[in-house]
DNA sequence: CACGGAACAATTTGATCATATTCTGCGCGC
DNA sequence: GCGCGCAGAATATGATCAAATTGTTCCGTG
């Protein structure tokens, strides 16, 4: 009997977890605006979740820098300025060329065609202007580039920075349009393929110019 | 009456903050071994607190790597392998020496007494083989360097990084003793005070090697 | 008869919720 | 313009429920 709370039962993964996802989801692609308050009382109610777990996916979050707690007790979606686009700049082209680097010895013939399938979603997504199916492919694109590179904590660093300028990204994308959006992937994925790990850095690095260019030009 | 209640009340700091503080000082200053299960339950009793701000502050500290979560929910202090050793040197080393160099251009009189003052106890900590006290003093050296280059965004990434190897690195002082640490902080020193930006990051990437080698060699 | 292992029970630990308490910000009156 | 409640939101507690680990027992086998 019951079949609702068994339903609810059965969900595998905890509440806290579940939330978690959901608003990071919700920051990555832009469904929240900069500047934008969070309250746990409006994600109690949109969420239909319990305090503490929705609690506890916001101090991940805010610890991730997904979010910004602000002295008084109250959270925000970030808002960047000028130097802080220059140092997610600086961090990304720090990081990121890295972990293509270490990703081009391991790529196979599955991983490249699977690689290369996300980037023909992304290019119909930029054709169609479908903002928000771009942003999803973008971070699908170099998610798959990352898992690649074997490196959990390198990982976590540059996704922690992904979260940070997520929101902001699509307001620009809002404005500007599809566009001339960055698209390095073409020169990435025929890097990979030959197993050029100092090609795959360049590209990398290019395309994380571009793009951050573009956020730092819509000021 | 009942000054007790008084007493807590006039805590500034909400208490999650306070165990938050509490438990990464631990985890940065190897008061946890690697390995080591953290439990909710334990860290009630042992601090004091209700189980909603142990659980929060644990989370944050999942989050930043300082603690990990082992798909059953468990979280335990987490243990390096050669792999995340190497992973970790590499991060350090791209962005550490960034921060440096950022913080030359920063360094006044004032500050630059500071860092040789807190680099002076720092040697006499080694010269006594206190361990708590240099591990203590070198976070206090790094942190001021970090502050001084206003970076608030690489700065939580180093911060991240230093609270993953934390637990590790007291476990290497108290096989090794305190005789051969890294200090290239001399050299780092005289750079800063000459505003070389490029001398301050070199003097900060051997530090790092040599930090990390340490951990390295002793598996 | 001793040993290994699988199922089961018991205890420990984690997750969630309902509720009380405290703090912040805002509007009203002086 | 300034202080003083008042509403609303966040913090914190303890109870309750669920899950997992541990220890134990019992059976089958060598």
Redesign the pocket.
Known sequence: MNNEADKE?RAGP???EQVYRRLREMVLFGEMEPGQPV???GLVETLG?????V?EALRRLTAEGALAAQG???IVVPMLDHGLIDELTIARVALEPLLAARAAPNVDAGTLALLAETDERLDRAIARGDIALYLRENHVFHAQLHGLAQAPIMGALVDSLWLRFGPSLRVVCGQVGTRNLPDRHKDLLAALAARNAMAAAEAVRLDVLQGMDLIRASL
């Open positions: 039962r905890p509440v806290h309250t746990i009382q979740a319990g305090m503490t777990p609690r008084n007790r109250r």
